[in-house]
């Protein structure tokens, strides 16, 4: 599988005009190219040089995309402004499958990419002998990953004790993060905890902080300063590793003695508290060693291949399938106007009522019946499977399950954590027709604006509020089933 021939043309049509615009601005060539079709004519080795320089240098795309040298269409900026998300480095061609070839990355905690090739197949640029060790740039393409058309390597020949290392890096990748076919990925969960942290899991949970607090945090931790929201004053959830609120309660307890002030004195061991509450909580989150009632199973959904990333973290007691879609559709911001299933180890999940005869010829498992309970690992560790709306349009989703808690007391259940950016209207056309609307949107003088103006009036894309998807989660949909409202076989 590659890229369409419209694809290509595309691509080749944007990515030589920002190289050929980094180059006029960093001078990283002493022959300036007149302009794309003269850069890309260039010899491999010179075009390296300046796409290096580009993402040595990442603030150039946003000053492309200001500038605009080469009058680009609003959908095209887009698309320059996502390789901003461009993963660098080198990997191992590991594996041709139907879909895409598997990149293996030679990163210390190596992640599995699916990589669509551009005009010619991966099998004739590298040959059929795998593994293979390059070094290029992945970006993201209409919600998958390419890579820049630029490939350097070495000839080597690997022996069987590096093949058997890296199929079994291989499958690690795959068990923890599943392969990555859109991005970014950085956001989209941390990576496992280092070997000997003793972390039970990669996922991620809340740890309820003042802006002092996080103040105190980032002076012991600097690394976490970009997620503390230091600038917002009030009580904010943020999301930590198991791991990290080890690193954070031990720092904290170790600084209370250097401190000069007595209201940081109060506040690193306030820090410290809770995390090491936090650390005795989450180091016992096995499911089994909490009880069925004061489970809390936490998730975290995020739509594929729309960047900047669409995604919730939500909350939710033991409930069946059935009803764990309700609580992506309401913290979403989906209709439930679709048919929709779960994929889940290769099982398919469905309504039987709703998939009708399909349910049977396709081998559905019924999801009004299967509990949470019973799909998620016992050790609580953390799990991915796969969530389809509206089978028209395609809104397929991540769900990852980041783990087992205790309930809180005085806490009321299912809720949402935290997120970022509003879903796509319901009927958009899938991946491309949202594209398309949002560029309408933006400009006043597209000639499809007015009439998408008027199918549903003004729509905010950044637009998400976590206490309004909770609210929305507890109320629920409504009981279609009684109400006998229609539901669209798409």
């Known amino acids: 599988m590659q890229l369409s021939h419209d694809e290509c043309r595309l691509f080749y049509k944007l990515h030589p005009a920002l190289m050929c615009y980094a180059n006029q601005k960093l001078k990283t060539l002493p022959h300036q190219p007149a302009d794309p079709v003269e850069f890309y004519a260039l010899e491999p080795e010179k075009r390296v040089q300046v796409r290096d320089a580009l993402h040595a240098n990442p603030d150039l795309i946003d000053q492309f995309a200001a500038d605009n040298p080469f009058s680009l269409a609003a959908e095209e900026l887009a698309i320059i402004r996502s390789w901003k998300q461009a993963i660098v480095g080198s990997f191992y061609i590991f594996r041709y499958l139907k879909g895409y070839t598997v990149f293996l990355s030679s990163e210390k905690v190596p992640k599995a990419y699916g990589v669509l090739p551009l005009a010619d197949p991966f099998e004739d640029l590298i040959g059929p002998y795998l593994p293979r060790l390059i070094q290029t740039v992945l970006l993201p393409f209409k919600g998958r990953i390419v890579y820049d058309g630029l490939l350097s390597g070495h000839n080597i020949t690997f022996g069987g004790g590096i093949k058997r290392m ?62 503390l929201h230091l600038d917002q004053p009030n009580q904010r959830n943020i999301q930590f590793t198991l791991g990290e609120m080890r690193s954070i309660a031990s720092m904290c307890e170790q600084a209370v003695p250097q401190c000069s002030s007595g209201m940081e004195r109060n506040s690193l061991r306030h820090v410290a508290a809770a995390a090491e509450r936090a650390v005795e909580k989450l180091g016992k989150s096995k499911i089994h060693r909490i009880s069925a009632g004061e489970r809390v199973f936490q998730f975290r959904i995020s739509l594929r291949g729309i960047t900047p990333r669409i995604w919730r973290r939500i909350q939710t007691k033991d409930c069946t399938l059935d009803k764990l879609h309700e609580h992506i559709q309401t913290a979403m911001g989906w209709t439930n106007s679709h048919l929709h299933s779960f994929e889940i180890k290769g099982q398919l999940f469905g309504d039987p009522m709703l998939m009708e005869e399909n349910f049977e010829e396709m081998g559905y498992e019924d999801s009004t019946t299967t509990k949470l309970s019973d799909i998620l690992p016992k050790s609580g560790e953390s799990f991915r499977f796969d969530y389809e709306y509206d089978f028209g349009d395609g809104w397929k989703h991540n769900v990852l399950f980041e783990g087992c808690l205790r309930a809180e007391k005085g806490t009321r259940y299912p809720l949402c954590l935290e997120g970022e950016r509003a879903c796509p209207p319901e009927d958009v056309g899938g991946i491309d027709g949202y594209q398309e609307y949002l560029a309408a949107l933006a400009d006043p003088r597209h000639e499809e604006h007015q009439s998408w103006m008027e199918w549903r009036g003004p729509f905010d894309p950044e637009k998400f509020d976590a206490e309004a998807a909770t609210r929305a989660m507890r109320r629920g949909l409504p009981d279609w089933r009684n109400t006998k409202s229609g539901y669209d076989s798409g």
């Open 166 to 227: 890296l199929n079994e890096e291989y499958k690690k990748a795959k068990a923890d993060f599943g392969i990555i076919t859109s991005l970014p990925w950085a956001s989209e969960i941390m990576d496992p905890a280092p070997a000997g942290s003793g972390a039970k899991t990669s996922g991620t949970f809340p740890l309820r902080l003042t802006q002092a607090q996080r103040r105190v945090i980032a002076g012991q931790l600097p690394d976490l300063r970009p997620r």
